[in-house]
């Protein structure tokens, strides 16, 4: 029977007209007609609204139906037909829509990712990866995740590392792309293979580097030069006349921070940024505290969690000269940046010392490239750990590395800051003493300190 509009407009309320293949059409009420679709399904009926008429129209009908019914005959549901077009409708969509992401849109999201995490990245990591990735990969930031390849990598790589550049840089900037390709593999799904992985190899850093220090005898020198710079006294020899200049009141500063990071084996931005508030040095204070000698607290620059330092003798000279300097201009940082803008914050950085406190100690016979700088202190603090027979975990926690950090974080209160620093004051006198070759015990210097109450 060749059914057609006319058959369907003369339908009263209440009948039905049959099209074959399970199609049927229903007047339900005032010009709203439904397209019926019936069947069986391993053996049971099914009954099922394809839509209404006249939004679908005759041919759509049938041609959904015939569809439908060799589903049914093969002992699909249409239902769930539909329901998988629907789901590779959307994730055709959906790839459609994050090829189109790029680079900067990826690590926008990996960064609110990673500040999730239990250990997120420190504030100075996001901001030298913000400068790093900024400045050196411009032209690919916002171009599509998916349309960065292996080749361009490898020539910004050479492009940064070559003429006069940095291949430390160029290394860093990999270390710094290698997670976010990694999130958008593993969390968004955009990428099948990571970009970075055919140059691996440039990512990693050689293990000898780690093994950089100085041995005793240098930090002895080291200490007694940087002590000699704060004195009016201080002469540099004939061969490094031209230095007297360059030894400026910041140099100086940045020369005490270098001494820190040597007898403690902190981070860089563990001491750059210690408030006066946070050292206890005078007697009263020690007093106040109930404490058994001076101590200090840091914010550790991977947990973000308070810890306690004990204040060695040589130290609290240290100390006590950087808070009477500082308290002069009225910063509350021991070590306040000497930029005149008004503005009261640490210093940024201390590298500037490295090369002055090179010239001053000559070549260093146990730093590979005979280099300075803040990796070589802190493996030199742990080098002399060990030689005293102090165990790696004793030696990870003075310097701040808890594997238990959960639940240090329920106990990190002032009472517990004051306890490291008075648990761990032996470990830190006996390694202080051995780099600085004393023969007297620190631990003697306690019967009576030598620091005066604050009135």
């Known amino acids: 029977m060749n059914v057609g509009d006319r058959e369907i407009r003369r339908l009263n309320l209440g009948e039905r007209l049959r099209f074959g293949r399970g199609l049927t059409v229903y007047r339900r009420k005032s010009e709203v007609f439904d397209w019926n679709f019936q069947s069986r399904v391993d053996g049971k009926v099914i009954k099922l609204t394809i839509g209404q008429y006249p939004d679908i129209p005759i041919d759509e009908a049938l041609t959904t139906a015939i569809e439908w019914k060799k589903h049914c005959k093969a002992g699909i549901h249409p239902r769930q037909l539909q329901k998988q077009i629907l789901a590779e409708r959307r994730q055709k969509l959906k790839e459609e829509e994050t090829s ?38 411009a032209n690919l930031l916002d171009k599509p995740l998916a349309e960065i390849s292996s080749e361009m990598l490898l020539d910004k790589f050479n492009t940064i590392a070559g003429q006069g550049g940095s291949k430390s840089v160029a290394t860093k900037s990999f270390r710094y792309l290698n997670p976010i390709f990694n999130f958008a593999i593993r969390s968004l799904q955009i990428i099948d293979k990571n970009p970075l992985e055919p140059n691996k190899d440039l990512i990693k850093i050689s293990t000898p580097k780690n093994l950089n220090r100085l041995t005793i005898k240098e930090t002895q020198k080291l200490f007694e030069i940087i002590s000699n710079l704060n004195t009016a006294a201080f002469k540099p020899d004939n061969e490094n006349t031209l230095l007297a200049n360059k030894i400026t009141p910041s140099i100086k500063l940045q020369c005490d921070i270098i001494c820190l990071l040597l007898l403690t084996g902190l981070r860089q931005q563990e001491i750059i940024k210690i408030e006066i508030d946070q050292v206890v040095l005078t007697a009263h204070q020690i007093r106040y505290m109930e404490a058994d000698g001076p101590y200090f607290r840091i914010i550790r620059s991977k947990q973000g969690q308070p810890m306690g330092i004990p204040i060695t003798p040589p130290m609290a000279s240290i100390f006590e000269r950087r808070i009477n300097a500082a308290r002069q201009i009225g910063s509350k940082y021991v070590f306040p940046s000497p930029r005149p803008n008004g503005e009261d914050r640490p210093i940024a950085k201390e590298r500037g010392a490295y090369p002055i406190l090179k010239c001053l100690l000559g070549n260093l016979s146990e730093s590979m490239n005979n280099s300075l700088n803040a990796n070589v202190l802190r493996t030199t603090f742990a080098s002399a750990a060990f030689e005293l027979g102090i165990t790696t975990d004793i030696v990870n926690a003075i310097t701040g590395h808890f594997n238990s950090i959960h639940t240090l974080q329920k106990v990190a209160t002032g009472a517990y800051v004051k306890t490291t620093a008075e ?9 202080n003493e051995k780099l600085l070759d004393q023969e007297i015990p620190f631990d003697a210097f306690y019967e009576e300190p030598a620091v005066h109450d604050e009135h």
């Open 100 to 137: 189109k992401l790029t680079l900067r849109q990826i690590w926008i999201k990996y960064e609110q990712r990673n500040q999730l995490k239990d250990k997120p990245n420190s504030e100075r990591t996001i901001k030298d990866r913000e400068h790093t990735l900024e400045k050196h990969y």
């Open 423 to 431: 648990g761990n004051r032996k470990w830190f006198n006996m390694i």
